[in-house]
């Protein structure tokens, strides 16, 4: 199979939106734009660094595009658009074919269009680009957090973490447990209808995939502010209770992968958010307080909590 039959046979799909007026096909898509703001965002995933070299096509496919779709989430954003730039070593039908049903399988209920790409030979890896739509002067920014502001965090934290250490036999869970947590790992949920719903009223938000206490140290440090965060209120699943003896907070504060959203929300803004909730697909739990002093204090049974590692970070060591 030639590289065009490959695209049209697993990535070409007629437009879902009227403001594509080109999409995948010709030398560049052509999108008429709307009225706001775009919100545009990209994300690589390498074999062999985030995701192992043998993984399903099917986990891949959704995850590379999930991460994408937390990052526009995270902005407030409605995802409209996505590009696909795609690295093979081999054409394996049988993966692509996986890869691109678990692409659709996130993309199509979102009605989110494929405009384009690149396909290339070389080690596996995808890189997806997001476009998304925010009002005009829209976007849940990092540095909008302010002294006396709530912080909160969607779902659970950790979850990721008990999907890798159950993979890797450093803990053994129930299977029933261990198929959500491996589900958490590889096919996360972006918070898509939390962030549009939070989008002009949280006052800054992050998404959580290097680790809560890196995520959220990243506003604060964009916002100029510091926190106390209280560990006996970190969202933590009944999975994560059951290793807690084992494990303690750190996963839950360090591994990352969890693909939540962090948030900050001025107090008098509670009740919105309490009308929100019931449309939210998961739990907000209030963690913490933004304050003056800089730097992010963790709180536990018995004072100040310091995890052994900080989050995750290519490039550390
Ligand atoms: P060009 O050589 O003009 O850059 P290509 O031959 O790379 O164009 O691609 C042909 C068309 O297919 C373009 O519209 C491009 O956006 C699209 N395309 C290529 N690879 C992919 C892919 N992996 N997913 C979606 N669209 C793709
Ligand atoms: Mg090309």
């Not at 957090?145 to 709530?150: E, F, L, P, Q």
């Not at 739990?285 to 709180?299: A, E, K, S, W």
């Amino acid at each position: 199979m030639d590289e065009f039959a490959l695209i049209t046979r697993f990535f070409q799909r007629p437009p879902r939106s009227a403001r594509v007026a080109v999409g995948i096909g010709d030398d560049a898509a052509l999108i008429d734009p709307g009225p706001g703001r775009l919100a545009v965002t990209t994300d690589t995933l390498v074999a062999g660094v985030h995701f192992l070299a043998d993984a399903e096509g099917y986990d891949v496919g959704y995850k590379a595009l999930a991460v994408n779709l937390s990052d526009l989430a995270a902005m407030g954003a409605r995802p409209c658009y996505f590009l696909l730039n795609l690295a093979v070593p081999v054409v394996d039908e049988a993966w692509l074919e996986g890869f691109s049903r678990g692409l659709w399988a996130l993309a199509d209920p979102l009605a989110i269009d494929l405009i384009g790409g690149d396909t290339v030979r070389g080690p596996l890896s995808i890189t997806i680009t997001a476009i998304g739509e925010l009002p005009a002067d829209g976007g849940l920014r990092r540095d909008g957090a302010h002294v006396g502001d709530h912080i909160y965090v969607t779902g659970y934290v950790g979850d990721a973490a008990l999907g890798f250490y159950s993979r890797s036999g450093r803990i053994t869970l129930p299977e029933a447990l261990r198929a959500g947590v491996c589900e958490r790992l590889n096919r996360p949920a972006p918070r898509v209808a939390e962030g549009l719903a939070l989008q002009g009223i949280a006052s800054a938000a992050i998404d959580i995939s290097d680790g809560l206490v890196a995520d959220l140290n990243h506003v604060l440090v964009a916002s100029g502010v510091g926190a106390d965060i209280d560990l006996r209120r970190l969202p933590l699943s009944a999975a994560y209770d059951r290793c807690f003896p084992m494990l303690g907070f750190d996963p839950a504060l360090t591994f990352g992968d969890d693909y939540e959203l962090c948030f900050t929300l001025p107090p008098d803004r509670l009740p919105a958010v309490h009308r929100l909730m019931p449309h939210f697909s998961c739990g907000v739990q209030h963690i913490g307080d933004v304050t003056t002093v800089p730097g992010l204090r963790l709180h536990g049974d018995r004072g100040l909590y310091e995890p052994a590692r900080g989050g995750f970070n290519h490039f550390d060591g």
